[in-house]
């Protein structure tokens, strides 16, 4: 069997680096005092990324699993993307959304062209271009309220819904509609008027959705939530509810979208009533670099006006630029075939450590290349095994492993992903 003979060729952990007299330590004892302390980082300091992998300051190698949280979807440094950021860096950066350029417009040509043509939201009409997932939700949140202000300009149509375990973003807005105490609590008051339901409960539906809501906000793959699939039924479900109250839906594609899960859109595999009216992206969207863009159909464009929303940085030319590439490569049918296949290829792998570990690896969950694996325990212990083993994953929910590569990862990487995967698992049993 695969799995055992690697655990034979198993390496070791490495060595541990001591931080007191490694160049890591050196440079996070010295920059660490300056960073505002909003994560709690691992040892390892990145210095360079190519296509699967990083390496850190010591030259140690890491594939990564993660991609940069679902970013780097073309891999680490595609290299046409280096070419066009030096091509357009001399030509135009920024002038303002004040004026017109070349790219902004074409970006969000291409972006409503593909979406119609996915089979996801067939009445696309055009898009905001801004700077990060937050940003974008923030958009769609302000759209949706001006939709319900237009239709009701008494005010009684302006609540949002929104999901347990949804991850939006951490502005106000956008963290709002993300109902997780720990990220809510120490900047309580949120903004009035939004409202919590459970994922893939229809029978709720009828009394979450009602005449008072402007818009509902949902991921089709909750990511941070923990890789939890809502179900075509429940999608179904809600956007007719959606539509008999005359609300907004909202789609946040941001972790999920952009050919993650083998379709352009998470959602394009769905029936025409079940669209949204509102799609934000981002993340896979700059393949590192930022932006994040709001799609929306006419209903909603239409009742969009000048100066009612707006960004500096958003939609500048470089950022464009590298997305009209960007979404190029992710349209591409072999591509999102791929996705498919190197799925499989992981889910083979999980199955096997369920087999393996059934105490401990409960579920699989997810689609394409967004994926997670349940287990019972926190999985800490794992992340940080498998890191001194040279792969990088994250995790999601509670006691989630999430498993969110690059889409043009090879199987022969994903395999020797899952190797390391399982030699970590072994070594916390012990
Ligand atoms: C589904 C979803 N929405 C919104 C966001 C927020 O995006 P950003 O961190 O770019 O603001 C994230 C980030 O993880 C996300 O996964």
């Known amino acids: 069997m695969a799995f055992r ?7 070791a952990a490495r060595p541990a680096i001591r931080p007191e007299d490694s160049p890591s330590g050196t440079l996070i004892r010295e920059h660490a005092p300056f960073m505002v ?38 891999g680490h440094c595609d290299a046409k993307m280096a070419e066009l950021i030096a091509q357009q860096s001399q030509t135009l950066i920024h002038a303002s959304n004040l004026y017109y350029n070349p790219w902004t417009g074409a970006l969000s040509k291409l972006l409503i062209e593909q979406t119609r043509a996915s089979g996801g939201m067939h009445d696309a009409a055009a898009a905001f271009i801004c700077n990060s997932g937050s940003e974008a939700n923030e958009a769609g949140i302000k759209f949706a309220r001006k939709v319900g202000k237009v239709l009701r300009p008494d005010g009684s149509k302006t609540e949002i819904v929104s999901f347990r375990n949804a991850f939006h973003g951490r502005t106000m807005g956008s963290l709002s509609a993300t109902p997780n105490p720990k990220y809510q609590a120490p900047f309580a008051p949120m903004v009035p008027g939004f409202r919590v339901g459970d994922l893939n409960d229809t029978a709720a539906l009828p009394d979450l959705v009602t005449d008072a809501t402007c818009s509902v906000i949902v991921e089709p793959i909750q990511g941070e939530g923990g890789v939890q699939v809502a179900s075509d039924e429940f999608l179904l479900a809600l956007a007719k509810r959606c539509r008999e109250v005359g609300a907004v839906l909202h789609f946040d594609e941001i972790q999920c979208g952009l050919s993650r899960t083998g379709t352009f859109w998470a959602h394009s595999h769905l029936p025409k009533e079940a669209h949204p009216d509102i799609i934000t992206t981002a993340k896979a969207l700059g393949n590192g670099f930022p932006i994040g863009a709001t799609l929306v159909n006419e209903r909603v464009a239409e009742k969009i006006k000048v100066g009612d929303h707006g960004t500096t940085f958003g939609g500048n030319p470089l950022a464009c630029r590298l997305g009209v590439y960007i979404v190029e490569r992710l349209a591409e049918k072999g591509l999102q075939e791929g996705v498919v296949k190197k799925g499989e290829v992981f889910r083979k792998g999980f199955e096997a450590l369920r087999a393996k570990y059934p105490e401990l690896v409960k579920e699989v969950r997810g689609k394409g290349l967004i994926l ?7 999985p800490g212990a794992i992340v940080k095994a498998a890191r001194e083993r040279g792969l990088l994953v994250i995790t999601a929910g509670t006691n989630t492993l999430r498993f969110v590569p690059s889409l043009v990862m090879s199987e022969q990487e994903i395999q020797e992903g899952l190797r390391i995967l399982e030699e970590a698992i072994e070594a916390t049993r012990q």
Request: hydrophobic share 40%.
């Open 5 to 11: 003979a690697s655990l034979r060729l198993a390496a």
């Open 37 to 74: 302390a909003t994560y709690a980082r691992p040892p390892p300091v990145f210095v360079k990324g190519e296509g699967s992998y990083l390496w850190d300051v010591e030259d140690r190698k890491y594939l990564d699993f993660t991609a940069g949280i679902a970013v780097n979807s073309l």
């Open 372 to 378: 997670g694996l349940q287990l019972s325990e926190d």
